[in-house]
C-alpha cells in the first residue's frame, strides 16, 4: 500500500505490515499509510479477520521525536487532529483486529496497539506510555483508550510515570490477552485470527459497533444501541441460515450477508 505499510491478505486474513526500519517510528507518513491500509481492509469483503504487525524484532517504539520536536503549537494543533483520526481508521475497522506485539510497543506504539480488539504479545515485549518523561502526554488515544482497557488507576500509573511494564504484568492488567515465546507471536495472532473465519461477519462487525459504542455512553443508550443491532441482524441471511442450523442440528455455512 505504501513505502513503509503494507497489506497482505491470505486466507481471508489481512496483515497490516509495519516496516519502518529500525524501530518502525511513527511519522506522519507512516501514520498516513496506516489509516489508509485500515480503510482498505476495513472495506473488503475478503477479509474476515486484522493482525497489525511490526515484524520479528519491534512493533513500534512511538512516534518519530526528531519529526515533533521541531513542530509549534500551531503545528501540532493542527497536526494532532489528523494523528488521532490515524489511529481511529484502526478502531473502527468492523472486523477482529489483532495486535502482535514484537519488542517495544511504546507512546504511539503502544496507541496504536489499544486500537486492536487483542494484544498478542512475546514474552520479552515491553509496552508503555513514556511521554510524560517528554514533558508531553499521550496525544494519539493513550489518555483514553488505555484507562478504558486496565482501568483508571493502572493507566494513570503507566501514563504519569512513563514507566515500561514487561508481557507478565501487561498480562496481569490486562494490557495484553496472551504472551507467547517471542518467535511465535505472528503464529499465535494468526491463529486466533483464523478463529473469525468462516464467522458471521456482519453480526461480528454489529457485536464491535455495540461495545464500541455502547463503551462511550450511559447504559441506558447503550442498550438502546445493542437492541438496534440486535433486531437489524434479524435482516441478515447469516441469522437465517444460524438458526436453521441450529434447528437442524447442523454446522451453519455463514456468508457475511
Same mark, same amino acid.
Given at each position: ?7 497482505? +491478505?491470505?486466507d *481471508? +486474513? ?6 519502518? #526500519?529500525? @524501530?518502525?517510528a511513527?511519522?506522519?507518513?507512516? *501514520?498516513?499509510? +496506516? ?16 493482525? +497489525? ?17 521541531? @513542530?509549534?503549537?500551531?503545528? @501540532? ?6 494523528? *488521532? ?7 473502527a ?7 502482535a ?26 509496552? =508503555?506510555?513514556?511521554?510524560? !518523561?517528554?514533558?508531553?502526554?499521550? $496525544?494519539?488515544?493513550?489518555? *483514553?483508550?488505555?484507562?478504558?482497557l486496565?482501568?483508571p ?8 510515570? =512513563?514507566?515500561? %511494564? ?18 511465535? %507471536? ?13 464467522g ?21 443508550? =447503550? ?7 440486535f433486531?437489524?441482524?434479524?435482516? !441478515? ?5 444460524? @438458526? $436453521? ?6 454446522? #451453519? ?5
Amino acid at each position: 500500500m505504501g513505502e513503509f505499510v503494507s497489506v497482505e +491478505i491470505s486466507d *481471508q +486474513i489481512a496483515t497490516i505490515r509495519l516496516d519502518r #526500519p529500525k @524501530m518502525n517510528a511513527l511519522n506522519r507518513q507512516v *501514520q498516513e499509510e +496506516i489509516a489508509e491500509c485500515a480503510r482498505v481492509v476495513d472495506a473488503d469483503p475478503m477479509v474476515a479477520a486484522v493482525i +497489525i504487525y511490526g515484524g520479528e524484532r519491534v512493533f513500534a517504539a512511538g512516534a518519530d521525536i526528531k519529526e515533533m520536536g521541531g @513542530m509549534s503549537y500551531a503545528d @501540532m494543533a493542527l497536526h494532532s487532529r489528523a494523528l *488521532q483520526s490515524c489511529f481511529t481508521a484502526v478502531a473502527a475497522i468492523g472486523k477482529p483486529v489483532v495486535a502482535a506485539i514484537t519488542g517495544y510497543a511504546l507512546g504511539g506504539g503502544c496507541e496504536l496497539a489499544l486500537c486492536a480488539d487483542f494484544r498478542v504479545a512475546g514474552e520479552s515485549a515491553k509496552l =508503555g506510555q513514556p511521554e510524560i !518523561t517528554l514533558g508531553i502526554i499521550p $496525544g494519539a488515544g493513550g489518555t *483514553q483508550r488505555l484507562p478504558r482497557l486496565v482501568g483508571p488507576a493502572k493507566a494513570k500509573d503507566l501514563i504519569y510515570t =512513563g514507566r515500561h %511494564v514487561d508481557a507478565a504484568e501487561a498480562l496481569a492488567i490486562g494490557l495484553v490477552d496472551r504472551v507467547v515465546p517471542d518467535d511465535e %507471536v505472528y503464529t499465535a495472532a494468526l491463529e486466533l485470527a483464523a478463529t473469525f473465519v468462516g464467522g458471521p461477519a456482519v453480526a461480528i462487525r454489529a457485536a464491535k459497533q455495540a461495545i464500541d459504542q455502547g463503551l462511550e455512553t450511559d447504559l441506558d443508550t =447503550g442498550l438502546e444501541i445493542e437492541r438496534l443491532q440486535f433486531s437489524g441482524l434479524f435482516a !441478515t441471511e447469516d441469522a437465517k441460515e444460524g @438458526m $436453521g442450523a441450529f434447528a437442524e442440528k447442523r454446522r #451453519p455455512k455463514f456468508t457475511g450477508r
